[in-house]
């Protein structure tokens, strides 16, 4: 079975641009969460979606949106890039809200 | 409030050498637990889950975790560290909590092995 995979693997933006991620779940899993991994911050929960639904969500500004689609694949999106954003973005699934997660291999993204 | 606590930010250890690595945790009822691993530049591989029943839990690679409710602790642990075991370690539970449930990470501990 695939894992979880996620395009782009890297990503090089300016300062306002805005950038849309994308996550394939593993077949058969309904919930995507996704993560932000900065050196100085670790993991850092920004959202999770289960059904199109968007479940929980992280301290996070609102230029940072994501969805569900009906196959499961999500998106996160973000907008008005600020240099902080800098980042490993890493994309989780799993069967179930409360079962174990699955990780992609993230999005490295650097903004200029 | 909730956390999750891996107390030692860089381990080093010989090849062959034992490994524990420690993660606690603070919450009123026992969660999920998990123990992930990160290669540089890599997302995290699931070492192993606890969600109830043995409280020792074999996992991928050799490597075990022991649940003790009454430390809150789920330390990692590996009688024979290999060169290709350094990373970074994470902790994580998933529990429930305003009607939700969610998952904390641990920092994380990197795992340096001398040859």
């Known amino acids: 079975k695939a894992g979880v995979t996620q395009t782009p693997r890297y990503l090089i933006k300016t300062r306002g641009q805005q950038v849309t991620l994308s996550c394939s779940p593993i077949?058969?899993?309904?919930?995507v969460s996704w993560y932000q991994q900065t050196p100085g911050q670790g993991l850092q929960f920004l959202f999770e979606?289960?059904?199109?639904?968007?479940?929980n969500k992280g301290n996070f500004p609102g230029r940072f949106s994501g969805r569900q689609f009906s196959n499961s694949r999500s998106e996160m999106n973000v907008s008005t890039l600020e240099l902080g954003d800098s980042a490993l973005y890493l994309c989780?699934?799993?069967?179930?809200?409360?079962?174990?997660?699955?990780f992609g291999p993230g999005t490295r993204l650097t903004v200029t | 409030a909730q956390s999750v606590t891996q107390p030692d930010i860089h381990i080093t250890v010989s090849e062959g050498a034992s490994l524990e690595l420690r993660c606690n945790y603070s919450?009123?009822?026992?969660?999920?637990l998990f123990w992930y691993v990160q290669s540089p530049g890599q997302g995290l591989q699931l070492l192993l889950k606890?969600?109830?029943?043995?409280?020792l839990v074999q996992g991928i690679k050799g490597f075990e975790a022991e649940f003790k409710r009454s430390q809150s602790s789920f330390n990692l642990r590996k009688p024979s560290v290999h060169w290709s075991d350094a990373a970074e370690y994470f902790c994580a539970v998933g529990l429930s909590t305003s009607g939700t449930y969610k998952y904390i990470f641990g920092t994380g501990t990197r795992l340096k092995v001398l040859a």
């Open positions: 989780a699934s799993s069967l179930s809200v409360s079962s174990e997660q699955y």
């Open positions: 606890y969600f109830s029943g043995d409280t």
């Open positions: 979606y289960f059904s199109e639904t968007q479940r």
């Open positions: 919450y009123g009822a026992t969660p999920y």
């Open positions: 077949s058969g899993h309904r919930s």
